[in-house]
């Protein structure tokens, strides 16, 4: 058929005729395929082989999804043959490749940031000074000042407890209380202090500064293990708090006022009792430490803020550890040797040290401070008698300016002796002018030791020509008298006593007083009779002196100082045949 049919076809068709096509019939009557103009070959492409067009659409998209999840198993299969081809040149190339170019000794640790390392024992000797001081670290008011030192061939630790108020001479300070030392300088100049003055070849290899108030309170308490019980001052209030034998739980407060309590500063504590302050110390170690490692270093990361040291945190587990672990009889605790208190200008004790011991303890050569060994200097004094006696100072001038060194330099020039402002001085001072240790250490010490009396006291502050003033005091003036009685006494003083007052059994019972003072190192008088005088009307007790014998003046004048009252007379009617009487008084039974 021709086109020009068909044409003529469609023009002549009826509207109302359905279409011989059938196009809109839904595709359910089936065409006839060779009246079709176009047929389906003529609408397929070469080569388009993934879809076809058919009427069924839903097959098409079936199987274009199978296809597609096809395509990504094997995608996946093969990037997992790709990881697993690298892995296996990684692990059997790269990796020994690595480890034949590194040095062999190296080792690669399998933490990083280890605090506490695996072997806590402290394999080596050390000497390090420990000082307690209250709660602040930037101005530190220490307690405690501990020197200890370790000997790991024994495992054995000795420790030198020094009181914190000992004068010492201070590089670039001068005599001044070792403590203080902290506060000027910090722990350095203490270590250096020591390191000199303690007079022995050792040098001070480490510090540790606790402040025990915040320590004790962040690890909650410590466990205070004492002999015996003790009685404590509470610094806070002035009150005291009792410790039982046994075991104690401290706290912060309490573990302060321990050690303040036994460094020293009290003057009717026992100086060889400041060891105390080891057992507070010890006890903070031992808290520290713990029951294991992990325990340790938990405290260790605690408390960290409140100690002061030159040691890293791996060292002072290792010291700690080491300390905590000692056998009591391997843990030696000694006090530093020292003289009696010394009253200080601002009010307090000191104490001068004697480190003549310290080379026994700690079987070290001992070397004197340099200044002490070389220094052979005349010390300016001036003597001044403070109880009015006559003839007081001159002889304390005799005797000091006997002193020479083994050179035959010597060592007191006595500038003046005069009496002092008054007499009512009841002990004897020394006091130092001169910031000169020898001065202090040396020739203080050594008035002292000649006098038999005297408080030693600093005054550098003030500006005076003499490096020392002696002021001659009642307890002076007696242990001369005492003195001179025994170097001239020939023969036993008798003196009789009698009764001037009336009060029952006076001249007995002050008969027993003289001869328990007098003879207690050698008879030197003899009481021979005790009666009543004539009358007991005197008010004034009398010393009636009847002989010239030697010591007896000296002798009178001492029963006088005894006895508190009185006057000494003259006389050369001696009916008793004594040498001297006394009369006692309503004086003396009222004052």
Known sequence: MSFDEDEKNFKGRDPGERDSYNMDNGGKKSRNSEDDFFKDEDFELEGYEDEEVESEGFRSKRIKEKRKKGKKFFRIIAIALALAVVATVVVFWVIPLIKSKLPSEVEIPEEEGIIIPPLLELGQDISLVIAC???????????SIIFSSYYSSEEKLISLCIPVNTLMDIPGIGAELVGKSVEVGGMDLLKLTLEEKLGMDMEIGNYILLDVYGIVNKLGGIDLELDEEITVKNY???????????SNLIDEAGAVNFLKYFSGVEKDIPIENITNQKLIVDAIIKKIVGNSDEEMLANLNLIKDFIDTDLSMEVQSKIFSTFSKIEPGKNEVHALNVSSPTELPEGGIGYIPDISGLAEIFKKEVTAPEEVAAVEETVNLTILNGTGTPGLAAGVSGLLESEIFESGKRKYNILEEKNADNFNYDTTEILVYS????VLEEAANN??????????????????????????????????????VSEEVAQIIKINILNGEGT???????????????????????????????NWDYTQTKIIIFTSGEGVNTLAQQLQERLGAGVIEYSDNNV???????????????K
Do not use: C, M, W
């Open 133 to 143: 001081a209250g709660e602040n670290l930037d101005e530190p008011e220490v307690s």
């Open 236 to 246: 806070d209030d002035s009150s005291t708090f009792q410790l039982e034998k046994g």
């Open 435 to 438: 910031n000169q240790s020898y």
């Open 447 to 484: 008035i002292k030791n000649i006098l038999g009396v005297g408080n030693i006291i600093a005054r550098e502050d003030e500006d005076v020509s003499s490096d020392i003033i002696i002021v001659l005091g009642a307890d002076y003036e007696a242990k001369a008298a005492e003195t001179a």
């Open 504 to 534: 029952a059994k006076l001249a007995l019972t002050v008969k027993e007083i003289i001869e328990s003072n007098f003879n207690e190192d050698g008879k030197i008088l003899e009481v021979v009779e005790t009666k009543d005088a004539d």
């Open 576 to 590: 008793d045949n004594v040498d001297i009487s006394i009369i006692l008084g309503s004086d003396y039974t009222n």
